[in-house]
Structure formats: C-alpha cells, structure tokens
Nanobody, 126 residues
C-alpha cells in the first residue's frame, strides 16, 4: 500500500522558515521522481519543486527559487522542503507527490504524478 505522509506545516510570520517532510512507504522510493505542489484556497494546484530519483537534477518554480530547497534521503525514504523567507503568498496546503517519469516537460505537471500525500497546511501571516 503506497503512502505519502507530509508533516511540518504550521503558522509562521513573514520572513520565518519551515521544513516540510514527506515519509514514503509501499513503493521503491529511490526509483521515483519526487515533487512538492501547493494549493491555495480557491486556486489550482501548482508546482513548487521536484527532484529526480538520484537527487542530481532539481527544479523549482520561479516563485520559490532562492528561498526554498528540496532534498531527499533515499536511505530514509523521505522527501524534504526547506522553506526560508516565507511570504503570505506562500500560504497553501503543501502536497508531496511521486512519479516514475523523468521527462522535464512533465515533471512540473500535476497530472504526471500518481501518488499523492494528504497535504499539510502552511500559513504565513503576521
């Protein structure tokens, strides 16, 4: 049974940091491209960051480049998202997702992913 369980969300003030984790089980984590997406209330789910299976290729949305860092620990079957300099517009439910594809044009698309976590809420507000 495939499971992706996110944790680490919460309420923070602008400029602060959070680290999200995604614990994976039920599939061979090291053979999957992993990603973070987010969905703000009333908006479509959007790509945040992705990392290919060996960690050698990493991709970010322009809106988070330079502030967020995605990483993975294949020995622990865990995906991370370090979020620094958080802004109110980063407020959303954050989801981790898994796919076997490594095609660059597909990695940023939500419909390329077939395993999803339940999401963790991140709220940035003063």
């Amino acid at each position: 049974q495939v499971q992706l369980v996110e944790s680490g969300g919460g309420l923070v003030q602008p400029g602060e940091s959070l680290r999200l984790s995604c614990a994976a089980s039920g599939f061979t984590f090291s053979t999957y491209t992993m990603a973070w997406f987010r969905q703000a209330q009333g908006q479509e789910r959007e790509f945040v960051a992705a990392v290919r299976r060996n960690g050698g290729y990493i991709y970010y949305a322009d809106s988070v480049k330079g502030r967020f860092a995605i990483s993975r620990d294949n020995a622990k079957n865990t995906l991370y998202l370090q979020m620094n300099s958080l802004k109110p517009e980063d407020t959303a439910v954050y989801y981790c997702a898994a796919t076997r594809t490594e095609i660059l044009s597909s990695i940023r698309r939500a419909d390329a992913y077939y395993h999803w976590g339940q999401g963790t809420q991140v709220t940035v507000s003063s």
